[in-house]
Antibody
Framework: EVQLVESGGGLVQPGGSLRLSCAASGFTFRSYWMHWVRQAPGKGLVWVSRINRDGSSTSYADSVKGRFTISRDNAKNALYLQMNSLRADDTAIYYC???????????WGQGTLVTVSS | QSVLTQPPSASGTPGQRVTISCSGSSSIIGNENVYWYQQRSGAAPKLLIYKNDQRPSGVPDRFSGSKSGTSASLAISGLRSEDEADYYCAAWDNSLTGPVFGGGTKLTVL
């Protein structure tokens, strides 16, 4: 059974940092591109970042470029999102998602909540 | 403000057919496939339609997708109470080098 389990969310002050993790199981992790998608409270889905199969190619939404870094460890079946210089508008549930084919996110994690507040 | 425009809300009674629209541009939707996601309250999104009109296994055939020009639609026939959810369209945005989601449509089953 495919499973994606996020962790690492929590309360952080503006300007602070947080590292999210996504533990993957039930499939060959290294064969898939992976994404982070976030959802602010009561708002819609917003794409954050993506990474290719071996981690050599990444891209980011303009709102997080230069502050967030996506990475992966295929040996550990894990996806990461390092978030620096956090702002209040980064407050959201962060989901990791498996990319079967471009925008075809066929499996999602349950999400981890990041709250940026003083 | 998303580049994919959806109505904020839609509603229907059990058994009815409802459609949700998603309007984009020639560079988004016009040249790209459209995907639809369902998100029930408190849950993670779920893939509903891929590549405009394809249903993943396990998705009932009450759900169907279509695309014409720079717009796409999700149709739900035989509406059921469990269909009450938020629905999002999505497509690849080459200018973003990533996917873009519509603002979402909240479907209420009356």
């Amino acid at each position: 059974e495919v499973q994606l389990v996020e962790s690492g969310g929590g309360l952080v002050q503006p300007g602070g940092s947080l590292r999210l993790s996504c533990a993957a199981s039930g499939f060959t992790f290294r064969s898939y591109w992976m994404h982070w998608v976030r959802q602010a409270p009561g708002k819609g889905l917003v794409w954050v970042s993506r990474i290719n199969r071996d981690g050599s190619s990444t891209s980011y939404a303009d709102s997080v470029k230069g502050r967030f870094t996506i990475s992966r460890d295929n040996a550990k079946n894990a996806l990461y999102l390092q978030m620096n210089s956090l702002r209040a508008d980064d407050t959201a549930i962060y989901y990791c998602a498996r990319d079967k084919d471009w925008v075809m996110f066929d499996y999602w994690g349950q999400g981890t909540l990041v709250t940026v507040s003083s | 403000q998303s580049v994919l425009t959806q109505p904020p809300s839609a509603s229907g009674t059990p058994g009815q057919r409802v459609t949700i629209s998603c309007s984009g541009s020639s560079s988004i939707i016009g040249n790209e496939n459209v995907y639809w996601y369902q998100q029930r309250s408190g849950a993670a999104p779920k893939l509903l339609i891929y590549k405009n009109d394809q249903r993943p296994s396990g998705v009932p055939d009450r759900f169907s997708g279509s695309k014409s020009g720079t717009s796409a639609s999700l149709a739900i026939s035989g509406l059921r109470s469990e269909d009450e959810a938020d629905y999002y369209c999505a497509a690849w945005d080459n200018s973003l080098t990533g996917p873009v989601f519509g603002g979402g449509t909240k479907l209420t089953v009356l």
